[in-house]
């Protein structure tokens, strides 16, 4: 069990973030709770979680959240990035903003994040702790920027731990499709819900479970879906299985196109 830790984490009201804030508040710790909306954060002991509305996408938010997390927590051990979102289209469009919303918060947000806190901790020890994906070392139909975004994180926690110091520990998290908000959120403003979802699909808290216990353990990675792992080493001695694979989750976006 985590315990005894200042920690922030960021899309702390649904998801896999929800289901970490309940795991983690079992300890004694103290916790800033980061979302858009914060309708949930307000049934956990306010002594133990701070609430905060706040949208993680800008560096001046950003950097509010550090001075709250010092200010109010009087430091931070843990800061779990893990605010994300993604579109569920055909990319046949154009339209640069929607591109880069997607990428200030998947991307730029918890790579200035990890500036910050590399700056902040100034030699002392702590963790950060990030969702990727495992769309970041797959790429599925229909969440081509998704993927994009994932990917760059996926580039990004390689390159930098070749460089980052010894004081500064690093845990990356790479869930499959999980059974969350995230559907919902993909097609925000469409019609249509998404009822075909790539599969395989796995609970936030069993992916919550795994995460917190790859934190605690300070694992590299925590990859909470054995069969895709075991799925990557086929595609990588059998590529048509891949091939197969992907044509069955295209079907899915046409599906949903109709």
């Known amino acids: 069990m985590i315990n005894g ?8 009201n649904s998801g896999i973030g929800y289901e970490t804030l309940k795991l983690l508040v ?5 916790i800033l709770a980061v979302d858009l909306n914060v309708d949930k954060l307000g049934e956990f002991d306010p002594a133990k979680v701070i609430a905060m509305q706040c949208d993680v996408s ?21 800061f779990y990035a ?6 569920y289209e055909r990319l046949n469009y154009v339209d640069w903003e929607r591109v880069e919303n997607i990428f200030k918060v998947n991307v730029y947000s918890p790579i200035y994040t ?15 702790a990030i ?13 081509a920027l998704y993927s994009a975004s994932k990917f760059a994180m996926n580039g990004f926690q390689e390159g930098v731990r070749l460089e980052m110091p010894k004081n500064l520990k690093m845990t990356c998290l790479y869930p499959v499709a999980t059974d969350t908000g995230f559907f919902k959120k993909a097609v925000e403003g469409k019609s249509k819900p998404i009822t075909q979802r790539p599969f395989p699909v796995q609970s936030p808290a069993h992916v919550a479970k795994c995460m917190v216990k790859g934190i605690e353990k300070k694992r590299k990675n925590v990859n909470p879906c054995k069969l895709f792992t075991l799925a990557r080493f086929l595609f ?3 590529p048509p299985i891949k091939k197969i694979y992907w044509k069955l989750e295209y079907n899915k976006l046409l599906n949903y196109e109709k």
Do not use: H, W
């Open 5 to 12: 830790k200042k920690i922030v984490l960021t899309g702390a």
């Open 26 to 30: 079992k300890g004694d710790n103290k």
């Open 82 to 87: 893990n605010a994300g979102f993604p579109y």
């Open 58 to 78: 800008t560096k001046e938010n950003v950097d509010l959240i550090f001075e709250r997390a010092i200010n109010e927590l009087g430091g931070i051990d843990i």
């Open 131 to 143: 969702t990727v994906s495992a769309i970041g070392k797959m790429a599925m139909p229909g969440y």
């Open 114 to 128: 990890y500036q910050k806190y590399l700056e902040y901790l100034n030699g002392k020890e702590g963790q950060l």
């Open 236 to 238: 990588a001695i059998c």
